[in-house]
T-cell receptor, first 111, second 115 residues
C-alpha cells in the first residue's frame, strides 16, 4: 500500500482555469509535508513545507493547505508556464529523515 | 550561487558492470541524500550522508552504496548492474542533517541506462 497518494495522475487545464491537486498520506507521526515542482529533465524544485493541520502557504498562483491526512495544492488562474509535474512528499517518525514521495500529478496548462 | 551538481548527466552501462555517480552539494551544505526516480515507482530514498557518515538508509539491496567526503561531496556506487537499475538518480543537499525547515535542493540528476 502506498504511503503517499497523489491525484489526479494527470490534469489538463485551460489558462485561467483554477483547480486543486490532492495529496493524501497514511503515515502517522508526520514531521512535515513538502511540495515540489519538477520540470522535464530537471530535479524537483522546492515549493512549500507544511507541518500541522490548518497551516497554509502561498507563493504566486500556488497555495498549499494541510488537513489531518491530506494536503491540497490550489492553482489559481494558471498560466502555461505552470505546466510541470507536482510532487508531494512526507517525512514521518519511522522513516527518519527520508522523504517519502507520491508519484506526482502532471499538470498541462494550455493557452 | 551554484546549485547541486551531478556528474555525469547521462550514462549507459552494460548489465553486470558497476557505476559511480558523483554529487557536489551547494557550498556550505553538509547533508547529501540520494534518490532513485523511475516511472513506475516514482522517487525512492536511497540513503543520506552527513559529516561523512551514513545517517539513514532506504530499502535497497546492498549493491547500492555511497560515501561522503570531508568537503561534503558524495558518490554513490551501484555494483553488478541490472536492467531494473535504469533510472534517474537524484542527489539533494541541505544545510544540516534533519533540516526539515529548509527543504532540500535537488540536482538535475544522472540518467543511467543499463543495457
Amino acid at each position: 500500500e502506498d504511503q503517499v497518494t497523489q491525484s489526479p495522475e494527470a490534469l489538463r487545464l485551460q489558462e485561467g482555469e483554477s483547480s486543486s491537486l490532492n495529496c493524501s498520506y497514511t503515515v502517522s507521526g508526520l514531521r512535515g509535508l513538502f511540495w515540489y515542482r519538477q520540470d522535464p529533465g530537471k530535479g524537483p524544485e522546492f515549493l512549500f513545507t507544511l507541518y500541522s493541520a490548518g497551516e497554509e502557504k502561498e507563493k504566486e498562483r500556488l497555495k498549499a493547505t494541510l488537513t489531518k491526512k491530506e494536503s491540497f495544492l490550489h492553482i489559481t488562474a494558471p498560466k502555461p508556464e505552470d505546466s510541470a509535474t507536482y510532487l508531494c512528499a512526507v517525512r514521518f517518525n519511522q522513516a527518519g529523515t527520508a522523504l517519502i514521495f507520491g508519484k506526482g500529478t502532471t499538470l498541462s496548462v494550455s493557452s | 550561487k551554484a546549485g547541486v551538481t551531478q556528474t555525469p548527466r547521462y550514462l549507459i552501462k552494460t548489465r553486470g558492470q558497476q557505476v559511480t555517480l558523483s554529487c557536489s552539494p551547494i557550498s556550505g551544505h553538509r547533508s547529501v541524500s540520494w534518490y532513485q526516480q523511475t516511472p513506475g515507482q516514482g522517487l525512492q530514498f536511497l540513503f543520506e550522508y552527513f559529516s561523512e557518515t551514513q545517517r539513514n538508509k532506504g530499502n535497497f539491496p546492498g549493491r547500492f552504496s555511497g560515501r561522503q567526503f570531508s568537503n561534503s561531496r558524495s558518490e554513490m556506487n551501484v555494483s553488478t548492474l541490472e536492467l531494473g537499475d535504469s533510472a534517474l538518480y537524484l542527489c539533494a543537499s541541505s544545510l544540516k542533517y534533519d533540516s526539515s525547515g529548509y527543504g532540500y535542493t535537488f540536482g538535475s540528476g544522472t540518467r543511467l541506462t543499463v543495457v
